[in-house]
Structures are given as structure tokens and as C-alpha cells.
Nanobody
Framework: QVQLVESGGGFMQAGGSLRLSCAAS????????MAWFRQAPGKEREFVAG????????YYADSVKGRFTISRDNAKNTVYLQMNSLKPEDTAVYYC?????????????????WGQGTQVTVSS
């Protein structure tokens, strides 16, 4: 079992920045690919960014490429999502997810563990 706890969400004006964190409970955190997903009201959960278990490979949705950066610190069992140049369309609940695989998948079904989510609201 892996417990994931997100933090760092909040309210921000367009153009601003937020940094999300996701702390994992398991000491074998480094063996999990990690990802961030988001879900806006009335929409399906969508892939935002993913990172391999080593941190060597990162993947992004086209909608956030160049604005968001995913990173991880395996010594701290934590994955981060730095969000810059925020837009109102980034408003959603953001979820951290872990998968027992080397590289992340863009499909939510491939993930074994999920956090409870953190709300990000961007005003225009």
C-alpha cells in the first residue's frame, strides 16, 4: 500500500504560479512512476504530467508543456508539480498517482494509488 498526500493547491490569478507537492508513505517510492492528473467539473480526469521512477524521463500534456514542470525527490518520497503562467482553464482538482512501472502512463487505469486531490482555482 502507498498513501499519497497532496498539498499546495489554492487560489491564484492568471499568470501566477503554484507548486504542488505529493508525499508518499512508502520507502520504495523510487520504484514507482508518478504522475499528476486533473479533473475539472463535468470533465473526465486527464493526464497532466508524469515522471519515471528515476526522474530521468518526464512527459507532459500539450496543454501544459512549457508552463508546468514535474520533478521528484526520492530521498524525501515526494513528487512536485511547478505550475507557472497559470490560466483559468487550469482550474481543477489535481491528483497525484503512483504506478508500479518504470515510466508513467497517460491512462488513469494504469495507476495503482491515488491521493485525495487538491483544488487549484485560477481567476482571470
Amino acid at each position: 500500500q502507498v498513501q499519497l498526500v497532496e498539498s499546495g493547491g489554492g487560489f491564484m490569478q492568471a499568470g501566477g504560479s503554484l507548486r504542488l507537492s505529493c508525499a508518499a508513505s512508502r520507502r520504495t517510492f523510487s520504484r514507482y512512476a508518478m504522475a499528476w492528473f486533473r479533473q475539472a467539473p463535468g470533465k473526465e480526469r486527464e493526464f497532466v504530467a508524469g515522471i519515471s521512477w528515476s526522474g530521468d524521463y518526464t512527459y507532459y500534456a500539450d496543454s501544459v508543456k512549457g508552463r508546468f514542470t514535474i520533478s521528484r525527490d526520492n530521498a524525501k518520497n515526494t513528487v512536485y508539480l511547478q505550475m507557472n503562467s497559470l490560466k483559468p482553464e487550469d482550474t481543477a482538482v489535481y491528483y497525484c498517482a503512483a504506478a508500479e512501472r518504470v515510466v508513467p502512463s497517460r491512462a488513469p487505469i494504469e495507476y495503482d494509488y491515488w491521493g485525495q486531490g487538491t483544488q487549484v482555482t485560477v481567476s482571470s
